[in-house]
T-cell receptor, first 119, second 112 residues
Framework: GAVVSQHPSWVICKSGTSVKIECRSL??????MFWYRQFPKQSLMLMAT?????????EQGVEKDKFLINHASLTLSTLTVTSAHPEDSSFYIC???????????????FGEGSRLTVL | QKEVEQNSGPLSVPEGAIASLNCTYS??????FFWYRQYSGKSPELIMF????GDKEDGRFTAQLNKASQYVSLLIRDSQPSDSATYLC????????????FGTGTSLTVIP
C-alpha cells in the first residue's frame, strides 16, 4: 500500500488564490521530503527539499515566496502555491525518504501527486 | 554532463520479449540506484533498488549494476502491455543537499 499520501489529488482554483497541498509519510518518519513539479510529457523537476524543523532548500529558479514549504513534523510537509496563476497549473508530486536501518540510503517513495489547474 | 542519463526512447518491444533499459551516471560517489515506473498522469512508483555490483532479481525484473562502468540497467522479462510506461532511473549520493538525481526517463511500449 501507499507509504506516502498526498492531498488533494485534484484542485481547481481561481487566479490569485492560494492552494495548499499536503504530503504525509504514513508509516515512517521523514526528516527530508522533496517537492517536484511535472508538466505534461516532461520529466520531473525538483522544486525544493523540505527539512523538518528548518527552512526548505529551493532549487535555482524556484521562487520561495511563491511556493511556501512547511515541514512542521516528521510526517507532514505542505506546499502552498500563493497567488496562483494559470502558468502554475501543473502536476505537483511530493516524495519522502524512508531510511533503511543503518544503511543510510533509504528508499524514496512518491505521493500520488496533486494536479493543479488555475483558471 | 548530466548527473543521470537515459535514452528517452521510445523503446518498443513485442509482448513476451525482454525489455532492456539503460542508465549511466556521472558521479562515482553515487551509492544507491533506483528504478521507478511512471504511468501517464500518475506519480512514479518504486520498482527496485540496488547498491551492490551485480544483478538483483525481483520477479520479472532484474536490476544490474556496474560501478566501474557507472552503468545500471533494468531488464523486464516476459514483457506485458501493462509494463508500457516511462521508466525513471535515480541515483543517490550521500553528502549532497539534493541527494537523489533522476534521469529524464525512457518510454517503453510493449506491443500486444
Amino acid at each position: 500500500g501507499a507509504v506516502v499520501s498526498q492531498h488533494p489529488s485534484w484542485v481547481i482554483c481561481k487566479s490569485g488564490t492560494s492552494v495548499k497541498i499536503e504530503c504525509r509519510s504514513l508509516d515512517f518518519q521523514a526528516t527530508t521530503m522533496f517537492w517536484y513539479r511535472q508538466f505534461p510529457k516532461q520529466s520531473l523537476m525538483l522544486m525544493a527539499t523540505s527539512n523538518e524543523g528548518s527552512k526548505a532548500t529551493y532549487e535555482q529558479g524556484v521562487e520561495k515566496d511563491k511556493f511556501l514549504i512547511n515541514h512542521a513534523s516528521l510526517t507532514l510537509s505542505t506546499l502552498t502555491v500563493t497567488s496562483a496563476h494559470p502558468e502554475d497549473s501543473s502536476f505537483y508530486i511530493c516524495s519522502a525518504r524512508r531510511l533503511a536501518g543503518g544503511l543510510g540510503t533509504g528508499e524514496l517513495f512518491f505521493g500520488e501527486g496533486s494536479r493543479l489547474t488555475v483558471l | 554532463q548530466k548527473e543521470v542519463e537515459q535514452n528517452s526512447g521510445p523503446l518498443s518491444v513485442p509482448e513476451g520479449a525482454i525489455a532492456s533499459l539503460n542508465c549511466t551516471y556521472s558521479d562515482r560517489g553515487s551509492q544507491s540506484f533506483f528504478w521507478y515506473r511512471q504511468y501517464s498522469g500518475k506519480s512514479p512508483e518504486l520498482i527496485m533498488f540496488i547498491y551492490s555490483n551485480g544483478d538483483k532479481e525481483d520477479g520479472r525484473f532484474t536490476a544490474q549494476l556496474n560501478k566501474a562502468s557507472q552503468y545500471v540497467s533494468l531488464l523486464i522479462r516476459d514483457s506485458q502491455p501493462s509494463d508500457s510506461a516511462t521508466y525513471l532511473c535515480a541515483v543517490w549520493r550521500p553528502n549532497t543537499g539534493n541527494q537523489f538525481y533522476f534521469g529524464t526517463g525512457t518510454s517503453l511500449t510493449v506491443i500486444p
